[in-house]
């Protein structure tokens, strides 16, 4: 079984989701030692956002671009669609998906972003049927979000309209069919330096909770 690790924050080892997806993987590779393991910082080596001739050339959306384009021999966007099929690939052979989730102006940072628009490509991840009905390809993973939020944004605040992390995040692996979506948010971290401690603590409990909970 293989198992995929993304960190997204750009606060490096001062990261709370960093701390937070390392002790996922640790417990989910105590519990399972067979995991293969890859890993990709977001942060430290980012993946270009999309651009119109990536998107020509990678799907064939424009015939007469992607010809002129893949004729040109244009040496950075074939490192591009090279390194977009590798992130499909690591996604696609991923049985379980672990990503440590910054939360950054009520949202994901555009590092994960960027990495999401890479997995989420019709014929890939998803169809659409004769009659428009959607269908996810990819719901044969395990995806675990470690979530780090400086406020309190959870069901139930009074800020919870403005979180776009979580609920963009369970709505684009809803989308490509993924249900076995775990979610462990530590959040207050900026509120004190003892309402932290608490929250890291909490988040701790809760991955080992859920990781114990799994069937060997």
């Not at 809803?174 to 509120?191: H, P, Q, R, W």
């Amino acid at each position: 079984m293989n198992l995929l690790h993304l960190d997204s924050s750009i606060l490096g080892p001062s990261s709370v989701s960093r701390a937070l997806s390392s002790h996922v993987v640790e417990q989910l590779l105590n519990r399972f030692p067979h995991l293969r393991l890859t890993y990709r910082d977001l942060a430290a080596e980012p993946i270009p956002h999309l651009s119109g001739t990536y998107l020509a050339a990678a799907h064939g959306a424009v015939d007469a671009a992607r010809d002129a384009v893949l004729a040109a021999r244009d040496a950075v966007l074939l490192e591009d669609l090279a390194l977009g099929e590798t992130v499909m690939k690591e996604f696609l052979a991923a049985d379980i998906v672990v990503i440590g989730v910054a939360f950054y102006n009520f949202s994901i940072s555009t590092q994960l972003k960027a990495w999401i628009d890479r997995i989420a490509i019709a014929g890939k991840t998803f169809r659409y049927s004769e009659s428009g009905q959607l269908e996810g390809l990819a719901g044969n993973k395990r995806v675990f979000l470690a979530i780090a939020r400086g406020g309190f944004y959870s069901d139930g605040s009074p800020s919870h309209a403005m979180e776009h992390a979580e609920t963009y995040l369970r709505s684009a692996f809803s989308f490509i069919g993924v249900t076995d979506l775990n979610v462990i948010a530590a959040e207050g971290l900026k509120v004190s330096g003892e309402q932290r401690q608490t929250a890291i603590a909490q988040a701790e409990l809760r991955i080992a909770q859920t990781i114990a909970g799994l069937a060997a």
